[in-house]
């Protein structure tokens, strides 16, 4: 099983900036599909951004503009970095990569 570690995250003030990350342990092959989701409190879960190996990329409408995925596929690891924050992206983001969840992590975004 591909354990999915990520990293980042933390409270920032509306407008700001953060990077997330995310390692997967599987090395040996490129995993085809790795993302980002998001899961606010009382709301479903939902894809915020991802990429397949092939450089094909996905943002919600929510996120265009503001979040931009990036990957390093030999290493089978990706970073989202987070530009003008808004209150509404509050949530526990998911590394995901279609098999395996990561342990999630809480960006808050408050003044």
């Known amino acids: 099983q591909v354990q999915l570690v990520e990293s980042g995250g933390g409270l920032v003030q509306p407008g700001g900036s953060l990077r997330l990350s995310c390692v997967a342990s599987?090395?040996?092959?490129?995993?085809?599909?790795m993302g980002w989701y998001r899961q606010a409190p009382g709301k479903r879960r939902e894809r915020v951004a991802s990429v397949t190996s092939e450089g094909e990329t996905y943002y919600s409408d929510s996120v265009k503009g503001r979040f931009v995925i990036f990957r390093n596929t030999t290493e089978n690891t990706i970073e989202l970095q987070m530009s003008n924050l808004k209150s509404e992206d509050t949530a526990v983001y998911y590394c995901?990569?279609?098999?395996?969840w990561g342990q999630g992590l809480q960006v808050t975004v408050s003044s």
């Open positions: 995901f990569d279609a098999n395996n």
């Open positions: 599987e090395t040996r092959f490129a995993i085809y599909f």
